[in-house]
């Protein structure tokens, strides 16, 4: 069974900075990609990024392309999510997801984390 435990949520003022982790294990991160989606009030969710281990691609939506950064720790089994320049329109729940792809659609979730953006 597939476990992500996703953390580091939090309030922050614009322009600041987050960063989200998800944990897995080192056979979920080696085999599956990793997503993080987002959920904003009224708003369906999005996909907002990707990080596949086996071969090292990378997704941004444009909305937070050049502000957010994946990437995987070997240290920490986890996969984070550095936001940086955030800005209230990221505001919202986000959850990790494994993807058999990033894009081919989302099979296990994570219990989600959430960003406030606000001053």
């Known amino acids: 069974q597939v476990q992500l435990v996703e953390s580091g949520g939090g309030l922050v003022q614009p322009g600041g900075s987050l960063r989200l982790s998800c944990a897995a294990s080192?056979?979920?991160?080696?085999?599956?990609?990793i997503s993080w989606f987002r959920q904003a009030p009224g708003r369906e969710r999005e996909r907002v990024s990707c990080?596949?281990?086996?071969?090292?691609?990378?997704f941004y939506a444009d909305s937070v392309e050049g502000r957010f950064t994946i990437s995987r720790d070997s240290v920490e089994d986890a996969v984070h999510l550095q936001m940086n320049r955030l800005e209230p329109e990221d505001t919202g729940v986000y959850y990790c997801?494994?993807?058999?792809?990033?894009?081919?659609?989302?099979?296990?979730w994570g219990q989600g984390t959430e960003v406030t953006v606000s001053s």
């Open positions: 997801a494994t993807e058999a792809l990033c894009g081919s659609g989302p099979r296990d």
């Open positions: 080192i056979f979920t991160l080696d085999v599956y990609a």
């Open positions: 990080f596949r281990s086996a071969d090292g691609s990378t």
